[in-house]
């Protein structure tokens, strides 16, 4: 007999309607993709419309991703508050709002508050349909869920890639950006009809009961390292790939290899097809080695970082096959970082996943704002007076920052995966144990007693066990 259902563990719903909630949710996502990395494959036409700098135009993106960073604990305190479907529509709105924007102002002022909005926007997608997938799915299906939520998601870079890049050199600049609002228009009222938060028709209650304040889940959710562990997880995988794909891989491939704007437009789509192939073996060997899941994080860096060490070093411009490689190896920083949203989701409970998900979250885009502004200077000190555009020689200095990122970052997630192989059982107090209990087995590591189902022990629960001095499982991996 299956184990009684548990606080926190979703409820048996139709297969069906589980995946139309969240099929709808993900198309959210997919447009706040493509609106975030509208810029990046338009940097260059950006730059002469608004006759900006580099580092002027890095603010562009820095404005965006800063805000995108600073919203996430706000951003998931609310969501935690008031839900998936209110969050995932205001979302859209404020996109849609800054596309407008974007498309027909000529100040920098106003373009950059453009951003600002798409930035707010963005901040409220992808962990509101995280949340969505704790709700509407067993909890062993977490893993590849995500996975697959982040990886398609980039099939909005995809559309942001070579189809926006044609749009702006055939049609015009402002009747791209036009289209774009209105697509985002269009996905909004999908959201609109056919989100919503539960298969409950009320919210959970513990989202906003008195017992759980919102400081009180906020703390909880920081004070476990396996929470940390996620958010240097998530800032030491992703800052690469997403830096180059939001704004300076497109410039680095035209100004500093020669290639041209279609060919260039091209290897970004490559990598986002990549992104969506590899992400469910991740999220696989994450599902089969939960122990092990840091060996993947150290794994994806150190390739890289690698990779980016043979290009710079490369003497002058780099072969085709090398940058096709380099796309393919930056492919897996996407996947990767979302093993830090893996970390948040089995060491919290469903009740403060919007809280751990949103500090996680803020990891990776904190570095990439760091790196998307310091290249920006960088290239602007390195280009000689007079040049137009930076060489390949001030492209090189540029992305050798990386390595001071990654090294921070390395040691992070070395310290707090040793802090959480040392906490108790993995949990973050006793109060939670019947919600998140460490197994092996099917599920995860972490897993409900509902989802081991027949397999259930008898007696009492792990930790009353210990006290009693019955015998524990040797220590548990991150």
């Keep these: 007999m299956s184990g009684p259902a548990v606080a926190g563990s979703p409820p048996e719903v139709p297969r069906g309607r589980a995946v139309l909630v969240w099929s709808v949710a993900l198309s959210a996502y997919i447009a706040a993709v493509f609106h975030r990395s509208s810029l990046g494959v338009t940097g260059v036409d950006a730059a002469h419309r608004f006759e900006v700098s580099a580092a002027m135009l890095a603010t562009f993106s820095v404005a965006q991703l800063a805000v995108y960073a600073l919203m996430q604990v706000p951003v998931g305190v609310l969501l935690d508050r008031f839900g998936s479907r209110r969050l995932l529509i205001t979302g859209g709105v404020l996109m849609v709002a800054g596309q407008l924007c974007f498309a027909l102002v000529t100040d920098v002022r106003l373009a950059v508050a453009g951003r600002v909005l798409i930035g707010l926007g963005d901040a409220m997608s992808f962990i509101s349909v995280l949340r969505i997938v704790a709700y509407w799915f067993p909890v062993r299906r977490n893993p590849l869920l995500v996975q697959l939520t982040g990886t398609l998601g980039q099939l909005g870079a995809v559309l942001g890639a070579v189809p926006l890049v044609a749009l702006v050199h055939h049609a015009g600049w402002t009747t791209a950006f036009l289209t774009a609002a209105g697509l985002g228009a269009a996905v909004l009222l999908v959201v609109v009809a ?285």
């Design 194 to 478: 056919a989100v919503r938060d539960s298969p409950h028709p009320t919210p959970a209650p513990a989202a906003g009961s008195p017992s759980a304040p919102i400081r009180g889940r906020l703390a909880a959710a920081w004070a476990h390292p396996g929470t940390r562990l996620g958010l240097w997880t998530h800032f030491v995988t992703s800052f690469s790939g997403a830096v180059f794909a939001l704004l300076w891989g497109f410039p680095f491939l035209v100004q500093g290899q020669g290639l041209s704007p279609t060919a260039a437009a091209s290897l970004l789509t490559v990598m986002t097809l990549a992104m969506l192939l590899s992400g469910p073996a991740i999220a696989h060997l994450c599902g089969r080695y939960p122990r092990h899941r840091s060996v993947l994080v150290f794994s994806i860096t150190g390739a890289t970082a690698a990779i980016w060490a043979v290009v710079l070093a490369w003497p002058g411009r780099a072969p085709g096959w090398l940058l096709v490689t380099l796309v393919l190896v930056l492919a897996l920083s996407g996947p990767g970082s979302l093993i830090g949203f893996d970390y948040a989701r089995t060491f919290n409970p469903v009740s403060r996943i919007g809280s751990a998900t949103g500090i996680v979250n803020v990891g990776g885009f904190v570095a990439s704002i760091v790196l998307v502004l310091a290249i920006g200077v960088v290239l602007d000190v390195a280009t000689p007076a007079g040049q137009d555009a930076p060489g390949l020689d001030a492209f090189r200095w540029a992305f050798a920052l990386q390595y001071v990122l990654w090294a921070v970052g390395a040691v992070q997630v070395l310290r707090w995966r040793n802090a959480a192989r040392r906490h108790p059982d993995g949990r973050a107090a006793p109060t939670i144990h019947r919600e998140a209990v460490p197994t092996a087995r099917g599920g995860g590591r972490f897993a409900t007693w509902s989802d081991r189902g027949r397999r259930r022990p008898s007696g009492d629960p792990p930790a009353q066990r210990r006290r009693r001095g019955a015998p524990t499982r040797s220590r548990r991996r991150a």
